[in-house]
């Protein structure tokens, strides 16, 4: 089974500071990986894709890279802000299905 | 563009009642889709999945059932709800392996 790991659960920094979030993933043989925010009652935001052939992904403040020979994955946020508090999801795919495996996710709190 | 849907926002059911949430998708045709199920503070479950109309896969055995009645249309239903089927209930579609978008989500609560 395809597991993904997501360190830490949990992440409280003050405004301002950049912060990485990790993704790890049993099986490198990932077809691409997502990076998802979820906020309190609210549906998986698509933040980031990066496709098995790329290296990183940057769209403003984030930036998402991709190790597949090591199975693992960075979100870098910089200069946090409150408004980027949430939990944020990582999620594999594999090219020989049509699951979707999802990391438990990092919640953030960033304090003002 | 592509949308997704789900309702209701928010149920409260008995112990025992039946389920029927509903999903649609639109500005797409031949989606994924999913229903996974999230407890509080724990990760996503994926419940079901289905390439095609009247195609489903069961992740989990459960009291829970998925239909897929039309193309863009995905439901999940009980005959009789449990306490522990309580739980945040996430639809999502995907063009194939690749990405995937969700909707706004179901809180159900069973007393």
């Known amino acids: 089974k395809q597991e993904v790991t997501q360190i830490p659960a949990a992440l409280s920094v003050p405004e301002g500071e950049n912060l990485v979030l990790n993704c790890s993933f049993t099986d490198s043989a990932i077809y691409n990986l997502q990076w998802f925010r979820q906020d309190p009652g609210k549906g998986l935001t698509s933040l980031l894709l990066?496709?098995?052939?790329?290296r990183e992904q940057t769209s403003g403040r984030l930036n998402a890279s991709l190790d597949k020979s090591s199975g693992r994955s960075t979100l870098y946020i910089a200069a946090s802000q409150p408004g980027d508090s949430a939990t944020y999801l990582c999620a594999v795919t594999y090219n020989t299905g049509n699951q979707f495996y999802f990391g438990t996710g990092t919640s953030l709190t960033v304090i003002p | 563009s592509q949308t997704i849907h789900q309702w209701p926002a928010t149920l409260v059911q008995p112990v025992g009642s039946p389920l029927s949430l509903e999903c649609t998708v639109e500005g797409t045709s031949n989606p994924n889709l999913y229903w996974y199920r999230q407890a509080a503070g724990r990760g996503l479950q994926l419940l079901f999945y289905?390439?095609?109309?009247?195609?489903i896969s069961s992740e989990v055995p459960q009291n829970l059932s998925a239909s897929r009645p039309q193309d863009r249309q995905f439901i999940l239903s009980s005959k009789k709800l449990l306490l522990s089927d309580s739980g945040f209930y996430l639809c999502?579609?995907?063009?194939?392996?690749?990405?995937?978008?969700f909707g706004p989500g179901t809180r159900l609560t069973v007393l």
């Open positions: 999502a579609w995907s063009p194939g392996p690749s990405r995937q978008f």
């Open positions: 990066i496709q098995s052939s790329q």
């Open positions: 289905s390439v095609g109309i009247g195609q």
